[in-house]
Structures are given as C-alpha cells and as structure tokens.
C-alpha cells in the first residue's frame, strides 16, 4: 500500500491503521509540510509529486493501491495563493494518477474536504448537497474528484473521495499527532492556550446567527477517518466507479462549546478574546455520514467530544514532533 503524504496528520494516522491490520505500507512524501518523526511504517520515498521523475522510485515494488493525502490545506493561503494550490493540490494529483496508470494500479482513496461544499444550505449536509467551493482549497479538492469521475469512465479507475468535516484528535500512544505550522486549528490553539503556549486563544466572531453566536462544526477523530480509508480500500474490491463519502460525527459543536468542553478534560481555566469574523468561515458545518455509515460500514468509535479532545490533550503535553 502506498500512503502519500503519510508524514502528515491524517496520512500518519491512516499509516499507523493499516500497519496495525498487518498491512505493509510505503509512504511517499517530501516532508514539506510533514514530519520525519511521524515516518514510523514501513518504507520512506523522499519523492515530490510535482516531479513526475521522482515516482518511479515509489512504482518501483508492487502497488496494489494508494491513499492521497499530499496537499496543501489552509483555506486563507489558498485565497492568497491560489496557483500554489492549484499546481500541488491539482497537478500534483494529475502526475501521481498518471503515475498509477503506467503502472496499473487501479484503486485509490482520496483525502477531501468539506470545503468542496462552500456556504452549507441545509443544516446537516449529505453527499447530495451542491458542491460550491468558496475558496481555492476547496475549488482544487472538488477538481480531483471531478478528475477522479473521468478517470473512472476512461481508464475504469476506482477510488473512493472521503470529504472530511473536522479533523481533531491524535494518537499519541502510537507517537503521533496534530502538528501544524502555523497552526490554525481551534482544538490545538485551545489546548496550547491551556498550556500556557503561543498566543492568546482568539474567538473568531460572536455574531454568527447560531445558539451562542460562535461557528459550529463538526469534529471527528482522526483515527476514526483512518478506519474509514481502510474500509473505502476494502469496499472498492466489488465497487467500480469513483465514490464520495462525507465524514463527520453528524453533531456540531460551537466554538465556545469546544472550549468548555476542553475546560473539562484538562482542568485548566483557558481564557480567551473574542475577535472579529475570520474570512470564508461558514456558520455551521455538520455532516450527514449516513452513506459511510450504510455503505462502508463505518462507525465512528471516538464520537464523544471530550474524547476527542482528551486523545489531543494527551498529544500536545508531550509532542513528539
Ligand atoms: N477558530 C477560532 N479560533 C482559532 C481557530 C479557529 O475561533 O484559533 C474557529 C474558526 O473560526 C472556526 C472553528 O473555530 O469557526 C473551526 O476552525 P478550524 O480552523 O479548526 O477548522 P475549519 O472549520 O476552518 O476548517 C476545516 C478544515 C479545513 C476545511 C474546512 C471546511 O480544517 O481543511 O474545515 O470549511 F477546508
């Protein structure tokens, strides 16, 4: 199994699941913006997929699949440079699907996004709900799947393209976790501010039309969408065709929720300022995972919010990385 990007939070993490289901894995990655620490499976290919030359290496042993994680992911930089995401998160794509086309592998699972929804219209959103990315990020993510349809119909690539809402938690038994420069992510600024670490926590916007002002979504353990790639994987050996899937908890929790809730798990006090509204955030972002749920099998184990939240706090006392 090849896993790019597995050097990154949720590629480690799906590395870490398959190795536990005796699966041998190589990982493929230029540690941009992963890390060397977390390269604890089997096989490391420093290749880039921006150069076509360098996959070969990755191609050279047998591949009966691969998981694509390699991209960049922050919505702000993407408004800012959109040709750096599109070259990387769209072309790089392009050369690795090419690449598993010489090579005849024909099955492949795909890291996506909520993002590829843009502004939600409806309060929990399904797999049928229009896609309408507003940003750069997500407008790439939705480009690779709609490559990912073409490439079904032409060459009968199969692939499975797990949309992801909030990707939160660790395993840090396993020695890996949340790492981002700079990091973005509410659970990991709440859990440093608790620390006494980085900045002030920031609450981006009080005026949001929802129950306490603050944005809503929802969080899903990181070893919790690791299961499901592993099961995608499982369920394209009698699916053809290239999938979706949306997933998340299916509850959404608030900003302040969440710092309430890390309140509790860390006994710590966690001040924070309200500040004003971070462009592009939508309001509420929930899932409907009921397909996951029917199709792929996939129950979330992790779905409790303190959890959640815990498996992070255990992670950001003592990071490896
Ligand atoms: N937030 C804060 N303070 C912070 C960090 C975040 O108030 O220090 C707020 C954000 O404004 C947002 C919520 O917490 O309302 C969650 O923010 P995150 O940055 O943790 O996550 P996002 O919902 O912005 O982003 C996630 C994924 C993206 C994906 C996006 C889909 O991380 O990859 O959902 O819209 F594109």
Known sequence: ????????????????????????????????????????????????????????????????????????????????????????????????????????????????????????????????????PINPYGASKLMVERILADAARAYGLRSVSLRYFNAAGAASEAGIGESHTPETHLIPNVLRAALGQGAPLRVFGDDYDTADGTCVRDYVHVLDLADAHVRALDWMHANAGAHCFNLGNGTGFSVLEIVRAARRVTGREIAYEVAPRREGDPAVLVASSAAARERLGWTPRHGAIEDIIDSAWRWHRAPAY
Request: charged share 20%; with cysteine; proline share 5%.
């Open 1 to 132: 199994m090849l896993v790019c990007g597995g050097a990154g939070y949720v590629g480690a993490h799906a590395a870490y699941a398959l190795a536990r289901r005796g699966v041998r894995v190589s990982v493929l990655d230029n540690l941009s913006t992963g890390h060397r620490q977390a390269l604890r499976w089997g096989r490391w290919i420093d290749a880039d997929l921006l150069d076509p030359a360098s996959l070969d290496a990755a191609f050279a042993e047998p591949v009966d699949a691969v998981m694509h994680f390699c991209a960049r992911s922050l919505v702000g930089e993407s408004v800012a440079e959109p040709y750096d995401y599109y070259l990387n998160n769209v072309a790089g794509s392009l050369n690795l699907l090419r690449a598993m086309r010489a090579h005849g592998v024909g099955r492949l699972v795909f890291s996506s996004s909520a993002a590829v929804f843009g502004r939600p219209r409806a309060p929990r959103i399904d797999e049928d709900h229009p896609t309408a």
